[in-house]
């Protein structure tokens, strides 16, 4: 049976974050965006959810190629980790950009009172997947009814969203937490291991005999890799936050058309990364960053409805501490219709 789990940014944690926020203006540290020291350029801090990935590419791209230059910015990128509270940050101002995992993240924070808000979504799907073997596959989430699932801790209110979603009871499946590792599966240990679909290192275990079901195909449509700012920077920097999503779009779009390049830039700013294994991955990347709804609006586009659609899961789940959070408090459209003409329409 699955129990009530705690989600990426716990109830708690939220609530701790808030007051360290409220201490922070009060005591008159609140960080905000400066100009540089000596240069006419806005300095750009970009809190990441996690380690850096390739799911920053367009980011280092558009930062080597001199993108946040022309647009007047200097970047600065700081990784996230299991212990650093990525939204915290740039609530509290000591980042004036973040971009985190998944979207319910945002909800879940801006109901607990930070003041932040989504501002365009990088990945137009979420990669999050449910891995089966072809022996014993799981196609649909019906597929799920008496399987053994294993999942990471944060990953298993996605879990009860699907399920509930799909109409199937939390009884009928047995969970188990998991790391990273997808042993378990060619093990037998579990039917079902979850991740996400651009992690190709650690799906390589997995060969041949691979299964996929997505997370958005079972129904459940997140938004992954969102950029959010806080309601002030909003409201005291729009013009740099519109340059700030210029900039990044430019970059993504550069990846698009030179993707070799692009590795090449990643694994230049960070060695630890395999430049083969990035080679593998870099159109899977592209695809999430790019659709249909993109050549129609422009890499980063992202809908009301579907912001709405998240939220009112998450409420039925029960998830929110305080009342649901407002569409319109959680997420605007201003940067991305400010910035419509120059984001590319690949898709």
């Known amino acids: 049976m699955i129990r009530l789990a705690q989600t990426g940014l716990s109830r708690r944690s939220l609530l701790k974050s808030m007051c360290a926020t409220a201490g922070a203006l009060s005591a008159g540290t609140f960080v905000s965006i400066d100009r540089a020291r000596g240069q006419d350029m806005f300095d750009v801090t970009l809190q990441l959810g996690w380690l850096a990935s390739n799911g920053i590419l367009g980011e280092v791209v558009a930062d080597k190629k001199g993108f946040f230059a022309e647009e007047g910015l200097t970047l600065d990128i700081v990784p996230g980790g299991p212990n650093i509270d990525g939204v915290a940050s740039v609530a509290s101002g000591r980042a004036n950009l973040g971009s985190i995992s998944s979207s319910?993240?945002?909800?879940?924070?801006?109901?607990?009172?930070?003041?932040i808000k989504?501002?365009?979504?990088?990945?137009?799907?979420?990669?999050?997947?449910?891995?089966?073997l072809k022996k014993n596959?799981?196609?649909?989430?019906?597929?799920?009814?008496?399987?053994?699932?294993?999942?990471?801790?944060?990953a298993r209110i996605?879990?009860?969203?699907?399920?509930?979603?799909?109409?199937?009871?939390?009884?009928?499946?047995?969970?188990?937490?998991?790391?990273?590792?997808?042993?378990?599966?060619?093990?037998?240990?579990?039917?079902?291991?979850?991740?996400?679909?651009?992690?190709?290192?650690?799906?390589?275990?997995?060969?041949?005999?691979?299964?996929?079901?997505?997370l958005w195909d079972a129904g459940i449509q997140l938004y992954a890799n969102p950029y959010y700012v806080t309601d002030s920077t909003l409201a005291d920097h729009p013009e740099q936050v519109a340059a700030m999503i210029r900039a990044i779009s430019r970059g993504w779009g550069y990846v698009h058309d030179n993707r070799e390049?692009?590795?090449?830039?990643?694994?230049?700013?960070?060695?630890?990364m395999d430049r083969q294994k990035e080679l593998e991955t870099v159109d899977l990347v592209v695809d999430y960053s790019f659709n249909e709804n993109t050549a129609a609006n422009g890499w980063g586009?992202?809908?009301k409805e579907n912001w709405q659609a998240q939220i009112d899961i998450y409420d039925e789940l029960g998830q929110f501490e305080n009342d649901a959070p407002a569409v319109d408090d959680i997420m605007t459209l201003s940067i991305l219709e400010e910035t419509a003409e120059t984001r590319p329409k690949y898709g």
């Open 158 to 214: 996605l879990l009860r969203a699907l399920l509930a979603k799909n109409e199937i009871s939390e009884d009928d499946v047995e969970v188990s937490v998991m790391g990273s590792d997808m042993a378990p599966l060619m093990t037998g240990q579990v039917d079902v291991v979850t991740g996400w679909k651009t992690n190709t290192s650690a799906l390589a275990i997995l060969g041949d005999q691979r299964n996929d079901m997505s």
């Open 137 to 154: 596959p799981v196609n649909v989430p019906a597929d799920l009814v008496g399987k053994r699932v294993a999942t990471n801790g944060t």
């Open 118 to 132: 989504c501002i365009a979504a990088g990945y137009q799907q979420h990669p999050f997947t449910y891995f089966s």
């Open 104 to 115: 319910p993240s945002l909800m879940l924070a801006r109901s607990a009172g930070l003041p």
């Open 301 to 303: 586009t992202m809908t």
């Open 261 to 272: 390049e692009a590795v090449d830039i990643l694994v230049e700013r960070y060695p630890n």
